[in-house]
């Protein structure tokens, strides 16, 4: 049976940022169903320390984080990050569920802008590298806007592979950095030729043998959201599936961490099949 932990802090929903902290209005109790299975742990995120901030980010860009209120929860969202990908690395868990209440993924190393503050999954793999034995890891980014901070951090990282989903094709020289192009301006995708677009591209994260795979998953792309790719719950659901499916193939732990998006609706439905579907697969 897989063990799965879901990280979670109170804070998130009180003083996450403006527009993130409403869609967690419905918890922790929307998970009280999930959590009465004996493979799913809730746990508390811990505040991740200012030293562990530093491994991405100066230490000017920390203090104007400091001072923008927008970004109290940026320490605990850090830190639940890391907490599950050191788990996962030291074999503690075999997949993770990351509440966050600050955005990460356009968090460069000294801008922060949109809902992110710090780029959680940097400073987690960064941080994880040091006491664990973790090296490669692969990010497959669904949140309907660039991750163009994770890139940027990324860019001379030869073990990190980042594949984004969004509004352009690019591809690195050295094949690490791979934006596919999931919004062509005038002719929208269906649902379903977005979950082929995923499909096709899964076969460079096996060819890339990670140690550890990270899904950033944004609910923005919900057909009710801001950035709307057309998705419904069914299609997050569809996507996760394949995501567990490539952790088994590759026998490797799965971090699903919460990128943007805003409908408390949708958080609801779709965060405890998510779990569900990591406890099961
Ligand atoms: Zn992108």
């Not at 973790?134 to 309907?144: G, H, K, P, V």
């Not at 591209?201 to 950033?216: A, G, R, T």
């Not at 394949?242 to 609801?268: D, F």
Request: charged share 20%.
């Amino acid at each position: 049976m897989k063990k799965v932990g879901v990280y979670y802090h109170p804070l998130f929903k009180t003083q996450g940022h403006l527009s993130l902290r409403g869609r967690l209005a419905d918890f922790p109790g929307a998970l009280e169903g999930v959590l009465q299975r004996p493979n799913v742990i809730l746990y508390e995120c811990p505040r991740a320390t200012r030293e562990m901030i530093l491994k991405a980010h100066p230490g000017e860009m920390v203090a104007q984080v400091d001072l923008e209120d927008e970004c109290r929860t940026a320490y605990e969202s850090a830190g639940g990050v890391m907490a599950a990908m050191e788990a996962l690395a030291k074999g503690e868990l075999d997949r993770a569920f990351c509440f966050t209440g600050t955005g990460g993924h356009h968090a460069g190393m000294r801008e922060f802008y949109e809902t992110s503050c710090f780029n959680h999954v940097v400073i987690a793999l960064r941080r994880v590298r040091e006491i664990t034995p973790l090296r490669r890891l692969a990010i497959i980014d669904t949140d309907a806007l660039h991750g163009g901070g994770t890139m940027q951090l990324l860019g001379e990282d030869q073990e990190a592979l980042h594949l984004c989903f969004c509004r352009s094709n690019y591809r690195s020289e050295d094949g690490l950095a791979v934006e596919v192009n999931v919004h062509p301006p005038g002719n929208p995708m269906t649902p379903r030729q977005y979950l082929e677009k995923l499909q096709d591209h899964l076969p460079l994260v096996e060819q890339f043998q990670p140690d550890l795979l990270v899904w950033y998953c944004g609910l923005n792309a919900h057909q009710d959201d801001y950035a709307s790719l057309g998705l419904t719950i069914g299609d997050y659901l569809a996507a996760c599936g394949l995501l567990v499916s490539l952790a088994n193939t590759l026998k490797k732990p799965l971090l699903v961490v919460l990128g943007g998006g805003t409908l408390r609706q949708v958080a609801s439905e779709v965060i405890p099949e998510i779990i569900q579907l990591l406890a099961e697969g």
